[in-house]
């Protein structure tokens, strides 16, 4: 199939040579070295019934297909299907489920995947439960005879749960569930779910992978070949593709996704211990230290730790403070751009959901999240050195 097409590189090629080079040739008419923007609706045919194999924009265009083989492969799946946001691609992932079908989510999955999933999709007749996945004996009692998908994130944000993958796997396949995950927040440098047994796994390609904070998008990357016919059908018939331009910007991200990464891990430790010795700081999430509940797991599982930490200040006030007095991280939403972004979970990104369900999982006024950047790491400290001086 022209869709599973990876350029010809050696069956044993790296991580860091295949971001750079899978699913890309040289442009066929010049030579180019990078992917063209194919910025074109439609394209002329050579003949009746009779085509180079491109009809018309929303079904096929080259820079988008390049994009969607490049991270197919970084993630080791057969075939990946970019659209215009992270939701997006989470909605076409939902039509793989039928009326009556049933599904188990991370209770802290990402604010807007709730959203969806409760305020949009229940209106369907699908229905979800929401379990701490890090529990898979909880994930077990909540499977009914309906349940088809098994929706994980690992690390959660903001609290830096984590869900052993290679054991969900096999729990969802011993029910002929589906294993989905959503691995925005730890990006395929640091954990790839389909070595551990994941059917589909999908992205906010509009973090990581991207990087840069210019583009907003999604990918699935599939594994079953039914699922990939779907898939492939899918977002043809519902169209919500992701243009050219947004395509050529994630492919021109991934090439450097390894070297940013080794500097996010850096960094995010970096900080992450800083903080743990902070005399005002009361917790820290983050998977790389010790004290981390599931830190074992985090070092079998993920390749660094990742950029994204959380720690708590105790009080609405305290975070206010902090987050108003720094100055070299951007307070923002988001993650996973080159920039640091510091920001308060609960009035922030986890505003859509419902305080008790806030309270319930543990994301308190005090919470700050920092997504690290890749700035010297000394400038960071200092700046938050300043913030919490004023906390
Ligand atoms: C941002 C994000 C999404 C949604 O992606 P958009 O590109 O904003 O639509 C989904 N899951 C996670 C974990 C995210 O961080």
Redesign the pocket.
Known sequence: MYRCWIVKLTPNARFSTICLHAGQEPDPSTGAIITPIYQTATYVQDELGKHKGFEYGRTQNPTRMAVERNIAAIEGGRAGFAFA??????GAIATLLKAGDHVVVSDN??G??FRLFDKVLTRCQLSFSYVDTSRLEDVERTFTPSTRMLFV?TPT?PLMRLTDLREAASLAHRRHVRLVV?N??ASPYVQRPIDFGADIV?H????YLNGHSDS???IVIATRDDDIEWLQFVQNAEGAILGPFDSWLVLRGTKTLPLRMIQHNANGLALAEFLAGHPKVRRVYYPGLPLHPQYELAKRQMRGFGGMLTFDLGSFDAARRLLNGVRLHALAE???GVETLISHPATMTHASVPADRRAALGITDGLVRISVGIEDIEDLKEDLTQALDKV
């Not at 946001?85 to 989470?90: F, H, L, Q, V, Y």
């Open positions: 946001s992270g939701m997006a691609a989470i999955t990402y807007g995947t994130e944000n959503d925005t927040l999908m906010s390609t509009t973090k907003v998008g999604g988001s993650l996973g």
